[in-house]
């Protein structure tokens, strides 16, 4: 096959799994449109890929996979020691996690440990060990932090902080975020990945599920688990926990060198920090496919679309380090994410954006204020409903009751934004966006609503048909021009 051939192959091969594999084979037969030897190397490559399996789509990491519906390591009330296991909160290919007491320090910790049908293994004891030692060199805020590496018996097991938290891929699914957010999670990030590189460590899975967002809104790096240190790099292969030619990690997440097999380096994480970034920021995968083969393909052969492309208004400096970050070769990325950090920290857009003075006290207790207020409102226009369906009667019946149930809807909505602002402030941007368009329909329709009533009192009622149109007519003008002035003021948009 020429090289013409061979890409006409592959495009056709990409384009069988997006789409119905039958429909894409049965075009391919009409010998006018390819020549044989494509439809002979589509068909091979479609063959091979159905004896291949769905192992592109999970965490490559050992030969051995631990049963995700097996039974748990340990049980609740679980004695370990002084630590006391409470429940399971996570578990996967390599390794269970349980919230656990310790009762030492009377505090909350994490436990993680082998799967049931790993304890016994003694490459992945080591494995165990190898990552409490890599995380347990790292001492910065947004690494996790490694208490204690345990050997009871035949139990191994790493404490490490407690995250109360979310995971940056239920933010992704939340919404994109705001500027000022996508710039310090960047810079938190690169921070955090600097620290590791600093100290010889290569991460080799940084995806959003391995990153956590405290209820105070900073972040935490987890699961060192597949992490390279730099004595590992000329270790023998047995030390290396890796076979020659291997390669470990998630392929949706994997540079190019990685998935070859090719030399490892701090470079290796810059590609995934891009790819988290991109998807941070746009809420797509900088390789978007259908299947997680194509997806691989894409990583090694195509360049992805620019992030600014997606999102114009994301700012130059962010989107040249994600640039940079999701070069194929290596050598044209950066050295480690500690350039990140510096070419992030001295861009004029983050000294004005994270030294940012927050809003003064008043402007944000008059914001929530002004939720208050606005949930009283409801509860009032309700009210009001109830007399004027009252008054005039059955007429009024239907919108009593689309009133009522509209205002229970934005009530519950404003009710979890002011509770979103004061325990997870990091979440808060994206639920109020999410909650925009509900807030903004109820408090429409509430207003039109008691307007319409209130003129079909005049006649009757004139007193309440003016206290229903003035209360309909606050609550628009409040919902279009008040709250969008306090919102402004007290978060800067």
Known sequence: ????????????????????????????????????QVVAEV????????????????????????????????????????????????RGGMGCVYLA????????????????????????????????????????????????LEELGEAVFIVTEYIEGRTLRDEIEAGVPDMRT?????????AAMASAHDHGITHRDLKPENIMRTTSGALKVLDFGLALTEADVDAAPLTRMTLPGAFIGTPGY?????????????????????IVLYEYATGHHPFEASHPLVQTARILDVSPEPVES???????????????????????????????VEALSSSPETHAALSRPSAPRGVSTWWRTHQLVTIGMYMVGV???????????????????????AATVAGVFRGHLLFTERWNRASFDVERRRSAPVTIGVDITLGLILLFEGLRLTSTRAVAAVVAMALGAGMILARLLLERSTTKAAFGE
């Not at 051995?64 to 909160?89: H, K, S």
């Not at 009210?383 to 149930?405: C, H, Q, R, S």
């Open 254 to 274: 994997m540079a190019p060198e990685q998935l070859t097999g090719g030399p490892i380096d701090a470079r290796t994480d810059l590609f995934a920090l891009g």
């Open 383 to 405: 009210i009001a409903m109830w007399f004027i369906k009252e008054w005039i009667g059955g007429e009024a019946e239907p919108l009593f009751f689309v009133a009522g149930i």
């Open 101 to 148: 007491i310790d009762q030492r320090l009377g505090r909350k910790v994490a436990i993680k440990t082998l799967p049931a049908t790993m304890t016994t293994s003694a490459a992945q004891r080591e494995r165990l060990r190898r990552e409490a030692r890599a995380a347990a060199a790292l001492t910065h805020p947004g690494i996790c932090t490694v208490y204690a």
């Open 310 to 340: 997606r999102r114009p208004e994301i700012p130059a400096d962010i989107a040249a380090v994600i640039g940079q970050a999701l070069q194929k070769d290596p050598h044209r990325r950066a050295m480690s994410a500690r350039e990140l």
């Open 182 to 190: 996508l710039r310090a999670t960047a810079l938190e990030l690169a």
């Open 1 to 36: 096959m020429t090289a013409d051939e061979y890409r006409r192959a592959r495009d056709l091969f990409e384009q069988a799994l997006d789409a119905d594999e039958p429909a894409a084979l049965s075009g391919l037969e009409a010998p006018s449109r390819e020549s044989p």
């Open 43 to 90: 068909r091979a490559l479609l063959a091979h890929h159905a004896r291949a399996g769905d192992f592109m789509r999970a965490p490559l990491a050992n030969p051995v996979q631990a049963l995700a519906d097996g039974p748990a390591t340990y049980l609740p009330g679980t004695t370990l020691g002084t630590y006391v296991i409470e429940r399971e909160i996570a």
